[in-house]
């Protein structure tokens, strides 16, 4: 068999051509367009909290402590609980001893008595990081070491923190703090660890109240998320323009 | 029996009415000396270069001693950084994974490049006086000298060119970096401002002008340090040399040092009231559009930290040096006494900023009172108490002990630009 150079040209651009072709129905995209393609990405974690159905007794403090092992007798927590008492003088009682964890059984605040009669209002706040979607904690980390997932929960890389504390400093709502063994910063993370499983955070589970629900927000079909869309919620201090995702019911102006 | 782990802040934050439970004091003292040693470099910088850049000849003898001085502060600028972090060994990272929408991430970047320019500065300046010390220290005996003479043929990495082009050019690059140097200096002292307040949490920081206040009360501190040392220095040389019987030499180097002293004196009068005004006008901005945040800023600054603010800061570390300095017929003494204020001054604004910062809750509803650890009793508190502060102070000066053993900014005879 003979090939001439002009067969061999020919042939060589022809099958060239003809294997490039399918190639080309490959492109190349990013994690996150990979991470979209996927149902995975169909995931916008928030937190509903319903101030009228919280009574402060703890629990929440407590499985929370127990779960993400934050020693159980240091003054630091992922969520804590804190109790408004406001009376007719116009002022606001709060206070949240070891952030509520053995609940509220005594009726003075920080020694003080209130007596029954003054009280025009009283009630208790659930709180935990925001998870914000415009996060400043992630936003000053020097690292890197505090990110963002595709569901919107923003975590920490325990081994890559440095721990300058500049987090810490940046988060309007105090969630965050120095783990003490640790010694690398913290917060709360929706327990990513069971809700990435199909789980409920530890404090939603040990909630016998119904006052701790999670969402995913993408899913229209999710009864929590349901309640976030067409009831009146309110989130914490929106002003930071850090757009918070822990929304809630009966929320009272006093709070802060 | 295993100990409690200790949480960081505890066992220096005193709480009072509501504050968050996750809350503390957690950049303590360390973080208030970063910003005060990163501002002595700079404004030490800054002195050496009104002589290289804008001629300012009678400022000649302090400039070349603030030059090698803020090469002594360098290294301590980083050091309060380093004793603050949970995790030092991971000090590296910033440069390491640097994640840029974090001011501190650029730090390593800015900090670098300004040791970079200052010591190449040096290098030009003194190269000439390097060379000189090879040449002079050859074939003389003595292992010392041999090593003296080593680490001087190091210093001149080679070049050992002193023809009359050739010190030109050292001359102008010396000029160069030091124009260069000015606005690194001031990134590098303004970046550590924008730190602040750049934080939207944190209401007593967040200002556009923190930046700017930063950099004027920078300026400020690193001019007072530098005439303070310098006038230390020469006056306890002149006194060795007094008590020798070398009477004239003493007086002729105190009559030097009057006219350097009152020219250095005027600029940082200059700087005082740049760096008040900026602050008041901060202060009145914050009274007169009393956003939500006023409250409790307003009952820290007239209640809690009255003495801290106005007391200590404003009127015993401002107005009273500002007088000391411009009332007539000042002595040597009352400006001593005022740049002892006015660096008292300015690391009573670092403090006011930084502990004042933490000193109210982010509920705006409880107080948080810093009570500095004295004796230490673990690292923690070593670090983090009055023992951490005072060693970040002492390390310059026993830097520039040695560095001016091979670089001496303070002989007369080392003629360089």
């Known amino acids: 068999m003979t090939c001439s150079r002009r067969d061999f040209l020919k042939n060589t651009v022809g099958s060239s051509l003809v294997s490039a072709l399918p190639l080309s129905a ?27 159905a919280c009574v402060g007794c703890g629990m929440c403090v407590k499985a929370c402590k127990n779960e993400n092992e934050i020693p159980y007798d240091a003054p630091v927590t992922r969520t804590w609980v804190e109790r408004y008492v406001m009376t007719k003088d116009g002022k606001t009682h709060i206070d949240s001893p070891l952030g509520g964890r053995d609940g509220f059984i005594d009726d003075k605040i920080r020694d003080e008595e209130i007596d029954p009669a003054d009280i025009d209002k009283a009630f208790f706040v659930p709180k935990l990081c925001n998870q914000c979607e415009n996060p400043a904690c992630v936003q000053v980390c020097p ?33 965050r703090f120095f783990h003490p063994e640790a010694k690398v910063a913290d917060k709360c993370n929706f327990c990513y660890h069971r809700i990435s499983k199909g789980m409920d955070p530890a404090c939603v589970e040990s909630c016998a109240f119904g006052a701790r629900r999670i969402a995913n927000l993408e899913d229209p079909d999710d009864p929590v998320a349901n309640i976030i869309r067409t009831e009146r919620v309110a989130v914490l201090k929106d002003e930071y323009g850090t757009k918070p995702h822990v929304f809630y019911l009966g929320l009272d102006a006093g709070v802060r | 029996m295993l100990e409690e782990p200790v949480v960081h802040g505890v066992e220096w934050t005193v709480k009072e009415l509501f504050v968050y439970p996750n809350e503390f004091i957690y950049w303590s003292i360390q973080i208030v000396m970063y910003p005060y040693m990163t501002g002595l470099v700079a404004g030490a910088f800054v002195l050496s270069s009104l002589y290289h850049v804008f001629g300012q000849k009678d400022l000649k003898e302090i400039a070349r001693f603030s030059l090698v001085f803020s090469l002594a502060l360098l290294p301590v600028a980083a050091m309060p950084l380093l004793l603050h972090l949970q995790q030092p060994t991971r000090a590296m990272e910033p440069l390491l994974t640097p994640h840029f929408t974090s001011a501190i991430a650029a730090f390593g970047i800015v900090f670098t490049t300004y040791a970079l320019i200052v010591l190449s500065e040096i290098w030009f300046v003194y190269r000439k006086y390097f060379v000189e010390q090879v040449h002079a220290l050859k074939g003389k005996a003595g292992l010392s000298n041999a090593m003296t003479r080593t680490v001087y043929r190091v210093l001149t990495i080679g070049a050992y060119d002193v023809g009359d082009d050739a010190i030109r050019i050292d001359k102008k690059a010396a000029t160069v970096l030091a124009a260069i140097g000015i606005p690194v200096a001031c990134f590098l002292h303004g970046y550590a401002g924008f730190i602040f307040g750049s934080v939207k949490a944190n209401a007593l920081w967040m200002s556009p002008l923190m930046p700017v206040i930063f950099i004027m009360s920078a300026v400020v501190s690193g001019i007072a340090l530098c005439m303070l040392t310098y006038i230390v220095i020469m006056e306890w040389k002149a006194f060795w040399r007094r008590r020798r019987g070398g009477v004239e030499e003493a007086g002729e180097i105190k009559g030097v040092e009057v006219d350097v002293i009152s020219k250095a004196s005027r600029y940082l009068i200059g700087f005082l009231v740049a760096a008040i005004t900026l602050e008041m006008l901060d202060l009145i901005f914050r009274g007169y559009t009393a956003m939500k945040s006023w409250d409790i800023l307003r009952s820290v600054m007239y209640g809690k930290d009255f003495l801290n603010i106005f007391v200590l800061q404003y009127t015993l570390g401002n107005l009273v040096p500002f007088f000391l300095l411009i009332l007539p017929r000042r002595t040597l003494w009352r400006t001593v006494i005022a740049l002892f204020l006015v660096l008292f001054g300015v690391f009573m604004m670092r403090w006011n900023v930084v502990i004042g910062g933490q000193a109210f809750s982010l509920s705006f509803s409880g107080y948080m009172h810093y009570e500095i650890p004295v004796i230490p009793h673990s690292l923690e508190t070593f670090k983090e108490g009055v023992f951490g502060a005072l060693m970040v102070i002492a390390t310059p000066f026993f830097l520039f002990w040695i560095i001016n053993k091979f670089v001496p900014s303070l002989r007369r005879d080392t003629e360089g630009s």
């Open chain 1, 26 to 52: 490959f492109t190349l995209i990013s994690s996150a367009e990979a991470a979209a393609a996927l149902d995975e990405a169909k995931v916008r974690w928030a937190f509903l909290v319903d101030t009228t």
């Open chain 1, 143 to 175: 690292v890197g070491a505090t990110y963002q997932t595709n569901d919107g929960v923003v975590l920490i890389d325990r081994e890559w923190c440095i721990g300058c504390g500049y987090c810490i400093m940046a988060c309007p709502y105090g969630v």
